[in-house]
């Protein structure tokens, strides 16, 4: 069982591997956005992942307008990410090469996988992470399952919403 992360908290320091460049630091602005969105996602062998990463390619502009940078990473090894985000025709910074121990740092659910035509390795499970200029965790969403992910439209009007109007991060007194 991993620790989840909470909302206002900082997100762990994880850097990975990234696409046509050297590294990607987790939580860091992109670009010229004060604000970063982690996606995560299974890998290559996911279909509902084609689907979803081909929707956040269609709404980053709506998170840029938000001053939300829009990043996704995966465990996939560079091939296995490199043909896939080609394939969908991604432009936002893919990372690949998440390891067990750092999806676990996530507080990610980890999946075997069920077969070798599937994948070869332990894969992460969904996820999406806000951080906001301060580098704290605004919005935090795991899942354990591929089907269950936040809708990406409704996602990018809620942040514009909360940084139009200073909304505070939610979800603080849980424990």
């Keep these: 069982m991993t620790d989840k992360l909470k909302s206002g908290e900082r997100l762990p320091e994880i850097s990975v591997s990234l696409l046509g460049d050297d590294d990607l630091r987790l939580g860091a602005p992109v670009d010229d956005h004060d604000w970063q969105m982690v996606v995560v996602y299974?890998?290559?062998h996911c279909p509902i992942c084609k689907t979803y990463l081909a929707e956040l390619e269609r709404t980053a502009p709506e998170f840029a307008k938000a001053g939300v940078g829009v990043v996704a990473v995966s465990g996939d090894p560079e091939h296995r990410a490199r043909s896939f985000t080609d394939e969908?025709?991604?432009?936002f910074p893919v990372g690949y090469g998440l390891t067990v121990e750092q999806m676990q740092e996530l507080g990610l659910y980890v999946s075997a996988p069920r077969s070798e035509a599937e994948t070869d390795r332990p894969f992460p499970e969904p996820g999406v992470f806000v951080i906001n200029a301060e580098g704290l965790l605004q919005v935090?969403?795991?899942s354990n399952a591929p089907f269950a992910r936040p809708d990406l439209a409704g996602l990018a009007k809620g942040l514009k919403f909360v940084r139009d109007n200073d909304y505070p991060i939610?979800?603080?007194?849980a424990a």
């Design 88 to 91: 969908i025709g991604v432009t």
């Design 170 to 173: 939610r979800g603080r007194l």
């Design 42 to 44: 299974r890998g290559q």
């Design 140 to 142: 935090v969403d795991i």
